[in-house]
C-alpha cells in the first residue's frame, strides 16, 4: 500500500484545554467532560455563530487550527461523523410529529454536511469537501474513504476532519455508552512534510477488533 503521513491533529473537547491535557487524555488521566460547552470562535463574527450547535461549533474551531499551523492552506476536507445534528435532529423531528411541519432556516442547519460547510465559509476555503458517514458505525471505513484520493493521487494532500457532538438525554438508552463530545483534523499527506508529520499505518488498523474515532486520535496524538 502507498505511504501516507498524517500531521499532528487539532483537537477540541470540553475540559480539554492544552496540549498536556490531551496527553493525559491520551494516557487515560484525564476525561472528555461530557457537557454542551463549546469553544469560543473568537476569529467569526457575534451573528455568524450565535445558532450553530455544539457539532457545527467544534467542527469549525478545529478546522481553523488545523489550516493556521499547515502550509496547506485551501485544502480538500473529507468530514467524518457517526452521528451529525443529533440534537437539532430530535428538534425538528419532534416538531414534525407535533406540529406537523419544519422551518426552513431550522432544516438547513441540520443537514449532514451543515459543519463543514459552515468551516469552510468561517475559514474561507474554497477547495471543497466531501461527507462521509461510517457504513455499520465502522470508522475504519470513513477513514479509508477519506483517504482514497491520495492513494489514488487525485490529491497530494486532504484535511480529515472528525466531530461528534453530546448525545442528549432525550435519546434514553440509545444514548451511546462512550458519550463523549470532540472534534479533530489533521492534514494527510502523500509525503512527510515536516518533522510532525507521522506515517499513517492502515493496515496496521485493520487488524484492531474494534476502531473508534477515539482510538484513532490516540493513535496519532
Known amino acids: ?14 475540559g480539554i484545554s492544552s496540549s498536556q491535557d490531551w496527553a493525559e487524555w491520551k494516557n487515560g488521566a484525564k476525561s472528555i467532560l461530557c457537557t454542551e460547552d463549546t ?6 463574527t457575534p451573528i455568524f455563530k450565535r445558532r450553530l450547535s455544539q457539532l457545527s461549533k467544534m467542527t469549525i474551531q478545529v478546522v481553523h487550527d488545523a489550516i493556521e499551523t499547515s502550509p496547506c492552506k485551501d485544502i480538500k476536507q ?9 440534537k437539532r435532529e430530535f428538534t425538528i423531528n419532534e416538531k414534525l410529529i407535533k406540529e406537523h411541519e ?7 442547519l441540520s443537514v449532514f454536511n451543515a459543519p463543514i460547510a459552515l468551516a469552510s465559509i468561517a475559514c474561507k476555503l ?15 471505513n470513513a477513514l479509508t474513504a477519506a483517504c482514497a484520493p491520495v492513494l489514488c493521487d487525485d490529491e497530494k494532500d486532504m484535511l480529515l476532519v472528525y466531530a ?10 440509545l444514548r451511546p455508552e462512550n458519550n463523549e463530545p470532540f472534534a479533530f483534523a489533521a492534514v494527510i499527506s502523500s509525503e512527510k512534510r515536516d518533522s510532525t508529520y507521522a506515517e499513517l499505518k492502515l493496515q496496521e488498523i485493520t487488524e484492531k477488533e474494534t476502531f473508534s474515532p477515539a482510538d484513532f486520535l490516540r493513535g496519532i496524538l
Open 1 to 14: 500500500m502507498k505511504g501516507l503521513y498524517i500531521s499532528k491533529p487539532s483537537c477540541w473537547a470540553p
Open 39 to 44: 469553544p469560543p470562535l473568537s476569529f467569526t
Open 78 to 86: 473529507a468530514f467524518i461523523s457517526m452521528r451529525g445534528e443529533i
Open 102 to 108: 419544519v422551518s426552513p432556516s431550522a432544516f438547513s
Open 126 to 140: 474554497k477547495g471543497g469537501y466531501s461527507v462521509i458517514f461510517p457504513s455499520d458505525g465502522n470508522f475504519y
Open 164 to 173: 461528534d457532538e453530546l448525545v442528549p438525554e432525550c435519546y434514553g438508552t
